[in-house]
């Protein structure tokens, strides 16, 4: 660490959701010092620790509604704020960074209080409540969508897009064995999997590996259907390291609709059919897929109305009409910068100097 480099909190927690942006923006940053926010057992703590100093505060969701556990919430969430205020100023922060979600509360008012800049990325559609009642506090908060600046009309805004890890912006070698004249399918649920999601793609893999297809199907680690379904063309595992490689090797991708992996399948120009995640904090997921069939990338079921034989209908439709995939590969390039973590690191070091 170089005393004279500028020093960075970066306060990101959760899913890859908020993490892989955040640790996208910290690639383009090596001569910074860089310090990161979290939460005790989540992603970041297996995620984080190899490349940053790792420093966790305990912290819950804002309840909808007031009650017994508000209190709770509501002491954890002074604590945290003291917390992070005694790192900034013990580490000498000169800058804040934070990719949204509820460790960006005690991020923000932090900084706040030790008067030096934050910047806040939003890459849902739908802001969350942390951004819609901190994002004023903020120098800029960078969205992830051009629409969401109408959620946010007291809010310095300016669309970024939302970064992604740089090996999704050069060409991957793919190492599992997938003859190069056979369609691949890769199911993805996100970083914490999707059981719905699985069975369905469990339910029409039959019909679809026999129609000629592969199908990489990642399930996350909660499923305990894995296992029950065989085939020598459906590869079956918990997550994949080179997802970069695998969606640019896709000919097709049923996903959830998480901003950060519309982002990936944007970058890597791959049509997808989306079945956004039902129980969505305010439906967020359907309104980030909501913008990619506007886009004309991607086709959006919800989940309770997609049966098994209409995914497989749907699937092979796709699959036999190179016409309509190749529009969709291109209109999903369309939706998405490349640079997004560049532009985000530029606005840290012009507001850091």
Same mark, same amino acid.
């Given at each position: 660490?170089?005393?004279?480099?500028?020093?960075?909190?970066?306060?990101?927690?959760?899913?890859?959701?908020?993490?892989?942006?955040?640790?996208?923006?910290?690639?383009?940053?090596?001569?910074?010092?860089?310090?990161?926010?979290?939460?005790?057992?989540? /992603?970041?703590?297996? /995620?984080?620790?190899?490349?940053?100093?790792?420093?966790?505060?305990?912290?819950?969701?804002?309840?909808?509604?007031?009650?017994?556990?508000?209190?709770?919430?509501?002491?954890?969430?002074?604590?945290?704020?003291?917390?992070?205020?005694?790192?900034?100023?013990? +580490?000498?922060?000169?800058? =804040?960074?934070?990719?949204?979600?509820?460790?960006?509360?005690?991020?923000?008012?932090?900084?706040?209080?030790?008067?030096?800049? =934050?910047?806040?990325?939003?890459?849902?559609?739908?802001?969350?409540?942390?951004?819609?009642?901190?994002?004023?506090?903020?120098?800029?908060?960078?969205?992830?969508?051009?629409?969401?600046?109408?959620? /946010?009309?007291?809010?310095?805004?300016?669309?970024?897009?939302?970064?992604?890890?740089?090996?999704?912006?050069?060409?991957?070698?793919?190492?599992?064995?997938?003859?190069?004249?056979?369609?691949?399918?890769?199911?993805? !649920?996100?970083?914490?999997?999707?059981? !719905?999601?699985? +069975?369905?793609?469990?339910?029409?893999?039959?019909?679809?590996?026999?129609?000629?297809?592969?199908?990489?199907?990642?399930?996350?680690?909660?499923?305990?259907?894995?296992?029950?379904?065989?085939?020598?063309?459906?590869?079956?595992?918990?997550?994949?390291?080179?997802?970069?490689?695998?969606?640019?090797?896709?000919?097709?991708?049923?996903?959830?609709?998480?901003?950060?992996?519309?982002?990936?399948?944007?970058?890597?120009?791959?049509?997808?059919?989306?079945?956004?995640?039902?129980?969505?904090?305010?439906?967020?997921?359907?309104?980030?897929?909501?913008?990619?069939?506007?886009?004309?990338?991607? /086709?959006?079921?919800?989940?309770?109305?997609?049966?098994?034989?209409?995914?497989?209908?749907?699937?092979?439709?796709?699959?036999?009409?190179?016409?309509?995939?190749?529009?969709?590969?291109? +209109?999903?390039?369309?939706?998405?910068?490349?640079?997004?973590?560049?532009?985000?690191?530029?606005?840290?070091? +012009?507001?850091?100097?």
């Amino acid at each position: 660490m170089s005393v004279n480099n500028p020093n960075l909190l970066i306060a990101a927690s959760g899913t890859g959701g908020h993490l892989f942006p955040a640790l996208a923006v910290a690639q383009q940053l090596p001569d910074y010092n860089i310090s990161w926010l979290g939460v005790p057992h989540r /992603l970041e703590t297996s /995620l984080v620790p190899q490349s940053f100093p790792l420093f966790t505060v305990d912290i819950d969701g804002f309840q909808t509604s007031f009650g017994v556990k508000t209190i709770f919430v509501m002491f954890k969430m002074i604590t945290a704020i003291a917390k992070t205020y005694q790192l900034i100023k013990s +580490k000498k922060i000169d800058i =804040v960074f934070t990719t949204g979600g509820y460790i960006a509360a005690p991020a923000i008012i932090g900084a706040k209080l030790a008067k030096i800049p =934050v910047i806040l990325h939003e890459s849902n559609y739908i802001p969350g409540k942390v951004t819609k009642l901190f994002g004023s506090w903020c120098e800029v908060v960078g969205i992830g969508f051009t629409g969401t600046s109408k959620y /946010l009309p007291k809010v310095k805004t300016q669309w970024i897009s939302t970064p992604v890890r740089e090996e999704f912006l050069s060409a991957q070698t793919l190492e599992v064995g997938i003859p190069d004249d056979m369609p691949l399918i890769v199911a993805v !649920g996100g970083s914490q999997g999707a059981l !719905g999601l699985n +069975k369905l793609v469990r339910q029409s893999a039959p019909s679809l590996l026999e129609a000629g297809a592969y199908i990489v199907h990642l399930t996350g680690k909660q499923d305990e259907e894995v296992g029950t379904f065989h085939h020598d063309h459906y590869l079956e595992m918990p997550f994949y390291d080179n997802m970069a490689g695998l969606l640019q090797r896709a000919n097709l991708a049923i996903s959830r609709s998480g901003a950060g992996t519309l982002t990936e399948l944007a970058i890597t120009k791959t049509p997808s059919i989306l079945i956004p995640y039902p129980f969505a904090a305010e439906d967020h997921q359907f309104y980030n897929g909501q913008e990619f069939v506007n886009g004309e990338a991607s /086709l959006l079921f919800r989940q309770d109305k997609l049966t098994a034989d209409l995914l497989t209908e749907i699937v092979l439709d796709l699959l036999n009409n190179s016409d309509k995939l190749n529009n969709m590969a291109e +209109k999903a390039g369309n939706l998405a910068l490349r640079d997004s973590a560049k532009i985000l690191a530029d606005i840290i070091k +012009k507001l850091s100097r």
